[in-house]
C-alpha cells in the first residue's frame, strides 16, 4: 500500500479508537468514581502547596491545582446516560473563576458560591481515559505514584537503550535535560505526564523495533501517529517536547544522508497527525453537539497567538521570547566561534540547530499562551537546550575545555621561555 493509503487508513483507525476510547470513558458511572474522587480533590489542594519555589512571576516547580481540579471536574461532571455527548462537550463547573471550588460547590461544602457551567469541547480529553478507571481504583496520589513509577522507569530504560545504540555523550545530553525539567513536580501533575511518556517510548520504538523506523515510509507514518497522540492526551502543554526528541533520537540514530529532507519530512508527519486528530475532534464535537466548537477553537487559537486586545502583555511577552532567543544564539554563535572546528562539521550538523529552534517558534507563534502559562510552558524550552548541546558537542571542542585551556596556556608558557632565551 502506498504511503499515503496507509496514513489514511492509520487517520480512520486513530479517529474510531480516541472516539470509542473517551465514549468507553465517559460511559463509567459516577457512583464507581465519586468516593476516590472526592478525597482527590482535598489532595490536589493539600499537595498544591508543596512546591512554590519562585522567581518573581515565575514559579518553575508548582502543581497546577487549576488543571488537576478542573480535570476531576470533567470526570466528575461527565453524564454517563449519553456518553458520546458527554465526551464530546468535557462539561466542567466554576464558581469564583475556580474549578477548586467548583468541585468543592458539586462536592456539597456549605456556603458556596453559585456555580457556572461551560463546555471544553476543544480538546480530546484523552486523560480522561487513565484518570476515570483510575479514580475506580484509587485517589490522585496513588495516581501519581504511578506516575513517578512511570516516568522514572521509561527515563532509565531510555538512557540505557541510548547509551548501547547512540553513546553515553549523546544519551547524557538528551536524558539529563529531561530529568531537570521533570524533576520534581511533571510526575506529579496529571497534565504534565502526557508529552514527556510519548517522548521517551516513541524514543524506545525508534531504538527497539526497528521495522517501525526501517525505511523512511515507516518513520513517516510512526511520526504521523505519534502527533495524533499527542493531540489525543495533551492540553497544550509541552507538545513539542513529544516531537523534538523522538526526532532528535531517530536522527542520531538513523545518520540519513539526506538530513534536512529527513528533518523536515518527519516534522511535517508529526504536524499533519496533531493537525488532523485535534480537527476531526471539532468536527466530530460539532456534528454531535449544538454548539458553535468552530468559533469557539478560533476563538482560542486567536487568544493564544496574538491574545485580545492585551498589547502592553504581548509586548512583555514578545520581549522576553525575543531576548531569550538573542541569548541562545549569542551564546551558540560564542562558543563556536571560540572552539569550532571545520565549516563542513557545521554544516553538516546544522540540522540540530533546527531541533533547537523548535522551541522558540512554538513559543512565538503560541505567544500569549506561552507566558500566560509559564508555569509549565518553559519546559518546552528543554528542546532548544538539548539541540545546542548536541551542536555544539559536534562542532566545537567544547567536550575538552579544561583540557583546551591548559593546552593554551602551556603554549602560552613555552613561547615565553623561547622569548627570554632569545
Not at 493509503?5 to 487517520?11: C, D, H, K, Q, T
Not at 480533590?41 to 518573581?56: K, P
Not at 458560591?113 to 485517589?139: A, D, E, I, M
Not at 547509551?163 to 513536580?185: F, H, S
Request: with cysteine.
Amino acid at each position: 500500500m502506498r504511503l499515503a493509503g496507509r496514513i489514511l487508513v492509520a487517520y480512520l483507525l486513530l479517529t474510531v479508537l480516541f472516539t470509542g476510547a473517551v465514549v468507553a470513558t465517559f460511559a463509567i458511572p459516577r457512583d464507581a468514581i465519586e468516593g476516590h474522587l472526592r478525597q482527590s480533590v482535598c489532595e490536589v489542594v493539600e499537595d498544591g502547596q508543596m512546591f512554590t519555589c519562585q522567581a518573581g512571576f515565575f514559579k518553575p516547580y508548582i502543581i497546577g491545582v487549576f488543571t488537576e481540579c478542573l480535570m476531576l471536574d470533567i470526570a466528575y461532571c461527565a453524564d454517563t446516560s449519553r456518553p458520546l455527548q458527554s465526551a464530546m462537550e468535557s462539561r466542567f463547573v466554576i464558581a469564583d473563576s475556580s474549578p477548586v471550588a467548583g468541585m468543592k460547590v458539586l462536592l456539597g461544602e456549605p456556603d458556596s458560591p453559585r456555580l457556572q457551567s461551560f463546555v471544553y469541547s476543544r480538546y480530546w480529553h484523552g486523560s480522561q481515559c487513565l484518570l476515570r478507571p483510575l479514580l475506580c481504583v484509587t485517589t490522585m496520589r496513588g495516581i501519581r505514584t504511578l506516575n513517578v513509577v512511570l516516568l522514572l522507569l521509561l527515563l532509565v530504560v531510555a538512557t540505557v537503550v541510548m547509551v548501547k545504540r547512540l553513546g553515553t555523550g549523546d544519551a547524557l545530553v538528551i536524558a539529563l535535560p529531561l530529568l531537570a525539567v521533570m524533576t520534581p513536580t511533571v510526575p506529579l501533575c496529571l497534565n504534565y505526564v502526557p508529552t514527556f511518556v510519548i517522548a521517551l517510548g516513541a524514543s524506545l520504538l525508534i531504538l527497539l523495533w526497528n521495522r517501525a523506523t526501517g525505511n523512511r515510509g515507516n518513520a513517516v507514518l510512526l511520526f504521523f501517529v505519534v502527533g495524533a497522540v499527542t493531540a489525543f492526551m495533551d492540553l497544550l502543554t509541552t507538545p513539542m517536547v513529544a516531537l523534538a526528541v523522538p526526532l532528535t533520537v531517530y536522527m542520531l540514530y538513523r545518520r540519513p544522508h539526506d538530513t534536512w529532507r529527513c528533518l523536515i519530512t518527519l516534522a511535517v508527519a508529526w504536524a499533519a497527525g496533531y493537525a488532523l486528530l485535534w480537527g476531526t475532534k471539532w468536527l466530530l464535537a460539532g456534528l454531535v453537539l449544538d454548539f458553535d466548537v468552530f468559533g469557539d477553537a478560533m476563538g482560542a487559537v486567536t487568544q493564544r497567538t496574538v491574545g485580545k486586545g492585551e498589547h502592553d502583555f504581548m509586548m512583555w511577552c514578545l520581549k522576553w521570547n525575543g531576548a531569550l532567543l538573542v541569548a541562545a544564539v549569542a551564546l551558540t554563535v560564542a562558543v563556536a566561534l571560540l572552539y569550532g572546528r571545520s565549516r563542513d562539521e557545521m554544516r553538516r550538523h546544522s540540522w540540530m540547530l533546527a531541533i533547537a529552534a523548535m522551541g522558540f517558534v512554538w513559543t512565538f507563534v503560541l505567544l500569549e499562551h506561552t507566558w500566560h502559562h509559564l508555569h509549565f510552558t518553559w519546559r518546552t524550552f528543554v528542546v532548544s537546550a538539548i539541540g545546542i548541546a548536541l551542536y555544539l558537542r559536534y562542532t566545537t571542542d567544547l567536550k575538552h575545555p579544561l583540557a583546551l585551556f591548559r593546552e593554551r596556556h602551556e603554549n602560552r608558557h613555552i613561547d615565553d621561555h623561547k622569548l627570554i632565551e632569545q
